[in-house]
């Protein structure tokens, strides 16, 4: 297989497998292995793909950090969430994928109980300005959807 296609073959497979973690998130139990699993594919196919940036690496240590927090993994979320706030101060990027930085960070820190940093975090998050009104929309919907672990 030629190398475009094979990264062409790992950008299908990670929306695949990103789009496939959502059905579990939204399930009201979701099963940890899978959940887990379809989210390590996802980052996993995301490094190898086409068209790759850095926008796509940051959102998907957001997506691991994301489902580490829902199953009540803070180290492991925290982890993920600073991988997220490093590649977007990196990489300089702004807007959606800096507001999300800050949401995996309050998140995960929340879920290890340290309430006045994850405090922090969440009104950075809140604080930054999201032009796109569909971003913002997508945005303020995970911001509102739980787990917070008793921080909002």
């Not at 604080?127 to 913002?136: C, G, L, N, P």
């Amino acid at each position: 297989m030629a190398q475009d296609d094979e990264a062409t073959l790992h950008r299908s497979q990670a929306i695949e497998a990103n789009n496939s973690v959502w059905e579990l998130l939204d399930s009201d139990v979701p099963d940890t292995t899978e959940l887990l699993g379809r989210a390590y594919a996802a980052s996993y196919h995301w490094a190898r793909a086409a068209d790759r940036t850095p926008a796509t690496a940051a959102r998907a240590s957001w997506l691991l950090s994301r489902c580490h927090a829902v199953l009540g993994q803070g180290e492991l979320a925290l982890h993920h969430a600073d991988e997220c706030a490093t590649t977007v101060a990196e990489a300089g990027l702004e807007d959606f994928d800096l507001g999300y930085s800050h949401e995996a960070r309050a998140r995960a820190l929340a879920a290890l109980g340290r309430t006045d940093e994850a405090s922090a975090e969440l009104a950075a998050a809140k604080a930054v300005e999201i032009v796109d009104d569909q971003d913002r929309e997508v945005f303020e919907s995970d911001l509102a959807a739980p787990p917070w672990f008793g921080l909002t």
